[in-house]
């Protein structure tokens, strides 16, 4: 209460307060002053009163010279003027502040121009009225700051003290992941000091990812570091796109790759030449890709044991109740565009796949999670350098095969990635329910091309793999194959393990560690429930267990005169047939020589570069191909007789 008292009739209300009491308060810091409150807390409650009724209230303190006063803080306390200061602006609360802002003013500076052309049209004379007496009041203390951001907009000019101004909330930036350009929108922004001085900016921005699920928002934080002098907009890790000359065309771009990666969330089989980010190295590394991998973030998360990132829903007003309702079901549904021309998944999983909107298109990430299928490994893949793969029938057409047996294996395969639950189960459930399908025979004969043509023939990726990439130990070899087979499991994938004698051999007692791998071998391939070829050159030695799990055998001999002749036009055609000079009568003759179809590769090669090294430019004579195939044989016959050397 004040300190007012009268000396005449006390007992009379009516009497005249005639005495102000003051009350002395020594401060450390502006000396001895008096007060008409006995405690600063009253004083503070009677100023809050007889300033409410203010529209704006406004305090200054002294600044370090001690002569002029500067703009403390601004509160708004008007309600036709609170509604329109920060509507719209993303990541203030007003109500949280209590309408209360402080230098540098950075909600009101970023609000500027949508409080100065705010639409008053439809509004009330006192709304006008307080919208305008707002901009007469803050034009001379936000001046400074707006004169400063309307320069570095038209010189692409600014400082570092002002880099704040650029990223308002809901601002459009571009920036760069692993050097490609990507649209984000800012959250907000932070100052970063160091022994009090500011040090750097860090800018909050979100982007649309996929997390194997769903779409939505990922966050993430890019880093200003200090600069002298006035920078360069455009030469910021990140600034906003409208500082681009060619901002319209840009945006154009980047929504069109937007649709492709629109097109590609969930799985798909694609081929993929350009640049992959590794996701399995001590840190991201920037390798080069030609050829096939899996597009799946689903998988990547589930293989490799990985929590999803939880993204930002872009249907926040639908919420929980609405994405569910509008879950699709890849395994039941399929667009035009999903997975055309390849088999469907047999592992059904929920993903959310409505359509984006355009600015969302224009955020999109532009990497994908992917398989490379070539180096077995997980990587962020360029969307840009996705395409559909192109399925090869000629190799098929190719293989030659007696008995039918390339039609058998095909209608096998067919077969199998048609099957469902409802298929032949083993008495104990999900036991035996793989294809496993032998090749067995000499070497360079063509069973890994036969894999290879019937995978493609029916439209399936290949997962092929040398036994020698499993690892040497047990547990190496358990955890590589359990992940391949999974894979496989995952996407109907055909599993090739080549040279795989080293699984497939007889256990002996003096073997311990190999009876081991054999073991855990038959123990994954009984519940393996995919399919899988394996080839070897030794079938006389195969264990017996694993003979009886094998559905189909194929044997393969040595080519005869009429495949070998095939073979070689085949690779000649493939080189380029007038880059040799060799008439029908030599091609059967050099036909009559005992090689396998990977030496005749070899040979064409061989003579392909021969030609390159010599320099003459004519075509490659007959001569030369046999004289390069002469000098194989007599090798090979050198080996077979030379002491100490076996094949």
């Known amino acids: 209460m004040s300190g007012t008292d009268s000396p005449g009739n006390l007992g009379n209300e009516n009497s005249t307060k005639i005495v102000r009491c003051l009350f002395e308060h020594n401060c450390r810091c502006c000396g001895t002053r008096w007060s008409g409150f006995k405690d600063s807390e009253h004083e503070r409650l009677d100023l809050e009163a007889n300033s409410a009724s ?3 209230i406004h305090r200054l303190t002294q600044g370090y010279d001690g002569s002029s006063w500067v703009t403390e803080s601004i509160t708004i306390q008007d309600e036709s003027m609170r509604q329109n200061v920060l509507e719209g602006y993303e990541g203030a609360n007003p109500r949280v502040l209590d309408w209360t802002f402080k230098p540098p003013f950075m909600y009101l500076v970023h609000r500027w121009n949508a409080l100065k052309y705010y639409d008053t ?4 004379t006192a709304v006008k009225n307080a919208l305008r007496a707002l901009l007469d009041f803050l034009t001379p203390i936000l001046g400074r700051s707006i004169s ?24 459009l930036v571009i920036t760069k992941f692993h050097d490609v350009d990507t649209v984000c929108k800012v959250v907000n922004h932070k100052a970063q000091k160091v022994n009090n001085e500011l040090a750097a900016w860090d800018i909050s921005v979100e982007y649309v990812d996929w997390n194997g699920e769903e779409s939505g928002y990922g966050t993430t934080k890019l880093t200003i570091s200090k ?11 990140v600034y906003p796109i409208s500082f681009l000359g060619d901002a319209a065309e840009t945006k154009a771009a980047l929504i069109e790759r937007g649709r492709k990666f629109e097109r590609f969330r969930g799985y798909h089989l694609i081929t993929c030449n350009g640049t992959k980010v590794t996701l399995e190295t001590d840190k991201p590394l920037r390798q080069s890709i030609a050829g096939r991998a899996c597009i799946d973030a689903y998988a990547y998360y589930h293989s490799c044991n990985k929590e999803k990132p939880r993204l930002r829903s872009l249907h926040d007003e639908a919420g929980i109740t609405g994405k569910l309702s509008k879950l699709i079901t890849s395994s039941q549904t399929e667009s035009p565009e999903r997975h ?9 999983r929920g993903e959310d796949l409505r359509p984006l909107t355009e600015e969302q298109l224009l ?4 990497w994908l999670k992917g398989f490379d299928l070539k180096t077995k490994d997980w990587c962020e893949l360029c969307v840009d350098d996705l395409q559909e793969v192109t399925w090869n029938d000629e190799a098929f057409e190719k293989l030659s095969l007696p008995n039918n047996d390339k039609e058998t294996a095909l209608a096998f395969i067919k077969g199998k990635l048609l099957e469902n639950d409802s298929g032949f189960d083993d008495f104990v459930r999900g036991k035996g329910r793989g294809l496993i399908i032998l090749l067995f025979g000499p070497p360079g004969v063509g069973k890994t091309f036969t894999v290879e043509a019937i995978a493609e023939k029916a439209r399936t990726p290949l997962y092929a793999m040398s036994a020698g990439e499993l690892g040497t130990t047990p547990s190496e070899v358990e955890r590589s194959l359990g992940r391949a087979l999974e894979l496989c499991r995952m996407w109907n994938a055909v599993m090739l393990l080549d040279e795989a004698d080293i699984f497939l051999g007889a256990r002996k007692d003096d073997s311990v ?29 195969i264990d017996g267990a694993f003979q009886s799990r094998v559905d189909l055998f194929l044997p393969y001999r040595n080519l005869s005169k009429h495949v070998r002749r095939g073979l070689w036009e085949s690779f000649l055609e493939r080189a380029g047939r007038d880059k040799f000079d060799i008439m029908e009568e030599e091609l059967t003759q050099i036909s009559e020589l005992d090689l396998n179809g990977r030496e005749i590769k070899n040979i064409v090669k061989s003579s392909q570069l021969l030609s390159l090294g010599l320099g003459d430019g004519g075509a490659i004579p007959f001569w030369g191909l046999h004289n390069i195939a002469m000098n194989r044989i007599r090798a090979l016959q050198h080996q077979d007789t030379a002491p100490g050397y076996s094949v």
């Open 54 to 56: 203010y529209p704006i």
């Open 340 to 348: 055309s021309e390849t088999t469907a998944l047999p592992v059904a």
């Open 513 to 541: 560690d190999r009876n081991e791998l054999v073991a855990i071998f038959l123990r994954m391939l009984e519940y393996y429930e995919g399919t899988l070829f394996l080839t070897t050159n030794r079938v006389a030695s």
């Open 227 to 237: 600069f002298e002098d006035v920078g360069q907009v455009t030469k910021l890790c």
């Open 148 to 171: 400063s951001a309307i320069a570095a907009h038209e010189t692409g000019g600014v400082t570092f003290d002002h880099v704040w101004l650029l990223f308002a909330p809901g601002t």
């Open 363 to 366: 955020m999109t990430t532009p």
């Open 121 to 124: 049209q439809h509004k009330t």
